[in-house]
RNA sequence: GCCGGAGUAGCUCAGUUGGUUAGAGCGGGCGUUUCAUACGCGCUAGGUCGGGGGUUCGACUCCCUCCUCCGGCACCA
């Protein structure tokens, strides 16, 4: 009954390199083929990068270098990263590599012969600086670019359109017949009230850039990245008819595991792709959370700042895999806390598990010289023992089938837990004083055996220490096979006579200091940039949107300008709103300005502020907003070119 | 604005189709054992289950309403 078992991460985009959550994502990916591989299931597992459009593009030439040169080194990162993580992907798909474009291009054709491109005319706001598109949300007010700061215009592109509104149907019906199609349930909900609405021409291809694959029979076009990258899972296999098709369905069980961030491309555009092109759809979508760290959310430089494989080598893969895995309850987002890393590893692995198998493996040199002892007749202890580990051994895997490692890991630990409090009970240490050999072995005998469990049920998040933890018991590394089932279902103490090889300490505690040398090196430290602002809570002096909007903000431009006769500090100066007639404003600004040199320039005016009399038929209406000391001004601004009399907002 | 999720012990969270004294882990407190990595085990938290109202013999669990937080969509004051 081995199941065909293939698991997919994003294939990450590379403009960056390994982070705390391209980690996350990987390392539960491959947890779940580790857990699939122990079934006995035919399991596979991709990885890769995405390395096509006008970003790379762009970045390269600015390193003066070749797209290719530099994907080559960006993708061989993520390539070189994973291993350090003790993560064991069965292939690694690069958008580059001829296997991928080349069947892409074939997904391409397919579309096209069902009728579902057509070329037309992509129209959106431009950025001439950027050479791209941007949609409306990135604008800066304005209609500004957010990176040049310069107007966007609007502007055509020839462009390949997909019929994605022809599959409203198919899809609703699809989730309808497939509710597990979509993970977890809330994600679900999201999805389908979006697609339930209006569903629009998807533009699949772009003139505007050459870094990509080229459109089968018009190389004009390029096709554009969501075509592209999300083919990868189905481009891996080798496409129809290739061998590892097989793991795609309907022979295979094919699970995408993504951020939330991009649900929405693998559960609409993707599986109406492989509708349009008459190829099955992967068995589950399940989007993941985000991860903050510390609390804090995970912003450019904290990404930077948390380096996976510094931790991995500072603590270890396993500990780094185990936290991710048993701290964050898949599906939801996370913190990351380091000093809860910490805690945990302590808790859990050193004084929970790590201590069970010292102190067994330290009875078993004093009492059965380091040797395997007989498991002899169970009493009720031993029952109830071993009834509790079976439950918990199935629970386990249950979370596991549920993708639930979080709690998968939860019944290891309580395992755990059940064994130390079992051999309290049983005090081994006593029995040997009271000279019953056989009630010790037997005791020992149910203890080295829930070791052995445990060495299985930990080992997906915990591959090198569960390794290790195996050579101590004397009991042969996990070899998994297709069809043979290791998952400790059974309770079958080992026979006696066989020879242990304890070795110290599988998960050495820290000491407070040790703890605190570690965060030391290991936090974050991003305070140069934002001086931690701890609180940005609502202040006392806070003001509703009300009275913010009641205020009028404006752009104005300075037409006449002139000191104030015995008043120095102040401007008397005439501003353009855009109204019919320019405002005269009395402005304190005249230790830092002369007068001609605010002729002309934008300033940002308070305009419906109460007008003010400052004697002598001179009478403010408004206020001209500028930061600093009185004799060291600086003026709120806006670039040139924004219209006199733009509100601000 | 619309839709959805969440608000349970100091922290992180469980709480099945409503029913005796609301749970776990960690932390804290107390006790205890000695085989063990100063580890383990036992006991302990008296928390208005976000507020208010309602249905019911009885609600954390059902309904209404309000507040706060988060997400999706819409919109951009």
Redesign the pocket.
Known sequence: MARRFYVTTPIYYVNGVPHLGTAYTTIVADALRRYHLLCGDDTRMLTGTDEHGLKIEREAVAKGISPQVFVDDMSGRFRAAWPELSIEPSDFIRTTEPRHTALVQELWRRVEANGDLYLGEYEDWYCVGCESFKTE?ELLPGNLCPLHARPVERLKEKTYFFRLAKYQEPLLRHYEEHPEFIAPE?RR??VL??VR?ELRDLSVSRTSFTWGIPAPGNPKHVLYVWFDALANYWTALGGEGAPLGCYWPPEGYALHLVGKDILRFHTVYWPAFLLSAKIPLPSRVFAHGFLTIDGQKMSKSLRNAVDPLRLARELGADVLRYQLLRAI?FG?DGDFDHSALL?RYN?DL???V??L???TL??CG?VTGGKTPAFGAPTQLETDFIEEYTRRVGASRAHWEALEPHRALEEAIGLS?AA??Y??RAAP?AAAKADSPERVGTILATLLEALRGLSVLLWPALPNKMAQMRVQLGITPLAPAVGVDLWPMRFEPRAAGEALAASG?????FDKDAEQALLAKLAPRVDSEKPNVPVVQAAPGTVS?EQF?ALDLRVGVVKTCERVVRKDKLLKLTVDLGEPEPRSIVAGLALTFAPEDLLGKRVLVVANLASREFGKGLVSHGMILATGPSEALRLASVPDDVPVGSRL?
Do not use: M, V
Not at 505 to 509: A, I, R, S, Y
């Open positions: 949300k809330g909900n999201e009230s979006f609405g309850a939801q805690a808790a050193g004084k929970n790590g201590n198998l010292s102190r330290g009875l004093k837990s130390n409090q051999i309290d240490w300490p599988l998960f050495p505690t949107y909007a907002k």
